[in-house]
């Protein structure tokens, strides 16, 4: 059988040409448009490129977008300060600190000083632990992009087993409780866990987020099991050997053109909520 692709490209242009009807329709009546704050601390060059594109996606939707780069040499404090300063702006209606910060820095803390309420990006443990009890809230933007697409192509995965390999908090440890709010059941797996070619071959539902290219093999993924990779590696491959793992699968995100274009467009969609005062809907109430 052959293995029905999940376009994000495509899902995430959807996303975004209604972020800009709902701009136009608002700023028609007055409105200032949103904005979005960026701030980049250090000169890594992977981070200078994410911050690009997003910021160009803002300007593409009709967003402004506010950046702010700081010194590598930066402080927890200074730091702090900024996202303070950000927090009292009436103008700012998102905030997003890209991750990673220079080692010197408590990101934690430079997370959780961001304003519930402004965190687009879903980093607070404000936001989590409402995700965590399928309230309202922002949700971080790799998982809820990926539960957006399975939504969009009709995949329900109620009663399904659900695998997700890694745990970090930006990705598999909140799509693992999205996934638990929609009723799936899951296992999170990380770097400790045992026989993982096994549990990965009970997946009806194979999550991979563990930033090793190709790690996933594809014998281990089960025939018609639905198969998302947020990995991005280089030369452009992900986590799951995809070469296979798409022959078998019935569902797969390609890499790339998958799971890294709904990123940006939920960061744009939760940034849009934000202006309209409201948080992303709670994963049940939003599937009903
Ligand atoms: P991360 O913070 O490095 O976390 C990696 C996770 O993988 C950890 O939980 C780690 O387990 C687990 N792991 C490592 N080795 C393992 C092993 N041998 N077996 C099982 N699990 C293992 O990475 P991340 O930030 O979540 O990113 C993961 C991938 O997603 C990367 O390729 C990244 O580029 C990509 N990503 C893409 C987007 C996008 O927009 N498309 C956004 C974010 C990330 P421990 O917890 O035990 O160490």
Redesign the pocket.
């Known amino acids: 059988m052959k293995s029905i692709i999940l376009d994000g490209k495509q899902t995430a242009e959807k996303i975004k040409s209604h972020i800009k009807e709902s701009i136009l329709t608002r700023t028609a009546r007055g409105y200032l448009p949103p904005t979005l704050a960026t701030i980049l601390v250090g000169d890594d060059p992977a981070s200078h490129t994410y911050v690009n594109m997003k910021n160009k996606a803002c300007e593409a939707v009709g967003m402004r977008s506010k950046r702010i780069e700081l010194p590598a040499s930066t402080t927890t404090d200074e730091l702090l300060e900024e996202i303070r300063s950000l927090n009292e702006n009436n103008s700012i209606q998102g905030i997003l600190l890209q991750h990673p910060s220079p080692p010197q820095i408590d990101e934690r803390l430079a997370f959780d000083t961001i304003l519930p309420a402004k965190d687009v990006d879903g980093v607070t443990t404000y936001c989590f632990g409402r995700l965590a009890m399928d309230q309202e809230t922002y949700f971080p933007c790799?998982p809820y992009g990926m539960v957006l697409l399975l939504k969009e192509y009709g995949i329900d995965v109620a009663g399904k087993r659900a695998v997700v390999?890694?745990?970090?908090p930006?990705?598999?440890k909140p799509m693992a409780s999205m996934l638990t709010n929609l009723d799936a059941t899951v296992t999170l797996?990380?770097?400790?866990?045992q026989n993982?070619p096994e549990i990965v071959k009970q997946a009806d539902i194979i999550i991979g987020?563990?930033?090793?290219a190709e790690?996933i093999k594809g014998a281990w993924i089960k025939e018609d099991a639905v198969v998302l990779d947020?990995?991005?590696?280089a030369g452009n491959v992900g986590?799951i050997e995809l070469s296979v793992a798409a022959n078998k699968a019935s569902f797969h995100t390609p890499v790339p053109g998958g799971?890294?274009p709904m990123?940006i467009a939920v960061l744009l969609l939760q940034t849009l909520y934000s202006w309209e005062g409201k948080f992303s809907p709670s994963l049940k109430a939003g599937s009903k």
């Open positions: 790799t390999v890694g745990r970090s930006i990705l598999g797996c990380h770097s400790k866990t993982l987020a563990v930033g090793k790690f947020a990995g991005y590696n986590d799971v890294g990123t």
